[in-house]
């Protein structure tokens, strides 16, 4: 069995729970180094996993003869940069979603994969989870019926943080970091379940403003897509909206019947047939990317095939870039 020794390139939150202990879950793998820019988030990091190494330069973490994988889980701008440099240097990559800042980027990244024939995977770990497995069973198996149309709605009030000043701002609402607002974050878990399940989204348009004006990103937007089956699809997403417009859904129609779920509350999926209402509800593992994470390792140990790379994470980025109007 391959032994996988990860450097982690980035330390943030997403690290603590997420993803990060999921990497010493897995037989045959550990995580040997982290790096960030601040020397105490590194060092404090290592101390509180007990991992023996940490760096303030992501070149020399690459560089360590020691790490043989990467992990990066750093704003999506220097996902490229950082992706590029690991394959590279033959070293496969796992990647925080979205995979890039924009569509051009991940073009960029999967020509070096090809190129290198370094594998890049990509952090969609919810299309591994027991609750949207569980979605995705009930359309595959025809509960519904033939599959009409989709929906997705979301809408939170805006965080405390989105009140800070420009240069204070989180960088999810900076879109020079983060390709766009909350929208960048947060669209794409749902745009990519949904072409999980759906096939690739071939057409998309849509309309995004500002309406807070609490700062520049856009703050609400409306989209329309089609998937390759020719289904139609819509979606609505609002940052700043009131404690009582606070929505979590997506609804998928069928010719027989709804199924509707959340993408970030897990709340009970509800399916509605001509036999009545069920409530269903699937609990998920403690560390919600350990499924995909095994996956990977295991793709990388020569055990299994993981399909979550970077080619079949591109499509969200393209439809995202054609919402907002990238291109």
């Not at 009140?163 to 999810?172: G, M, Q, S, T, V």
């Amino acid at each position: 069995m391959k032994i996988l020794k990860w450097g982690f390139i980035g330390c943030g939150e997403v690290t603590e729970k997420k993803s990060g202990p999921a990497f010493n879950e897995v037989a045959g793998s550990s995580v040997e180094a982290v790096m960030s820019r601040s020397e105490r988030n590194a060092r404090g990091y290592a101390e509180r996993h007990k991992i023996s190494k940490w760096y303030t330069d992501a070149q020399e973490l690459i560089d360590d003869p020691d790490v043989n994988a990467i992990y990066i889980a750093t704003p999506p701008s220097s996902h490229a940069t950082f992706a590029i440099m690991a394959m590279k240097a033959g070293k496969p990559v796992y990647v925080e979603k979205p995979l890039a800042a924009s569509y051009e980027d991940c073009v960029r990244i999967n020509k070096v994969s090809e190129e290198t024939k370094v594998p890049c995977f990509v952090a969609y770990y919810r299309r591994y989870l027991p609750y949207f497995q569980k979605v995705k069973s009930i359309i595959d198996n025809g509960v519904i019926g033939k599959v009409i149309n989709v929906h997705i709605r979301f809408a939170v009030p805006p965080r405390d943080l989105d009140y800070e000043k420009a240069d204070k701002l989180p960088w999810r609402l900076q879109p020079d970091i983060a390709g766009g607002g909350y929208f960048y974050d947060l669209a794409p878990h749902q745009l990519d379940l949904l072409q999980h399940i759906f096939g690739v989204i071939v057409e998309a348009n849509g309309i995004y403003a500002n309406r807070g004006k609490i700062y520049k990103a856009e703050d609400s937007v409306s989209a329309c897509f089609k998937f390759e089956t020719g289904m139609p699809g819509s979606g609505s997403w609002c940052f700043v909206a009131h404690e009582s417009a606070k929505e979590d859904r997506i609804e998928i129609i069928g010719d027989m019947g709804l199924v509707s779920f959340s993408v970030f509350n897990y709340e009970p999926i509800v399916l509605h047939t001509s036999e009545g209402t069920q409530s269903i509800t699937v609990p998920n593992p403690p560390y919600v990317q350990y499924p995909l994470i095994k996956n990977v390792i295991e793709h990388l140990q020569g055990l299994g095939v993981c399909t979550c790379t970077s080619v079949s994470a591109t499509p969200v980025n393209w439809a995202m870039d054609r919402i907002l109007g990238k291109f």
